[in-house]
């Protein structure tokens, strides 16, 4: 099966924004609550090539973008 259990996916998702944004402010003096750090959001800039590549593969799968690299995200 392509995906996991969507809830699974989430948590993943949310676990690796939370590490990504607290590895990016440990520097900072100021303290985070764990709610505070995740948004579910993420941001990345990607070259266009790899841009299209990736989406020419979710069409392939049949599954849209962002479920596509949630899938690649927790797949490791």
Do not use: C, W
């Not at 299209?52 to 927790?74: D, M, P, R, W």
Request: aromatic residues 6%; charged residues 35%.
């Amino acid at each position: 099966m392509l995906f996991k259990n969507i809830k699974e996916v989430e948590a993943d998702k949310d676990d690796l924004a939370a590490i990504a944004r607290i590895e990016s402010r440990k520097d900072d003096t100021q303290t985070y609550t764990y709610d505070e750090v995740i948004s579910g959001k993420i941001l990345v800039r990607v070259p266009k090539s790899l841009h299209k590549e990736l989406k020419v593969k979710a069409q392939a799968e049949g599954v849209s973008l962002n479920q596509f690299i949630l899938y690649k995200l927790s797949a490791g």
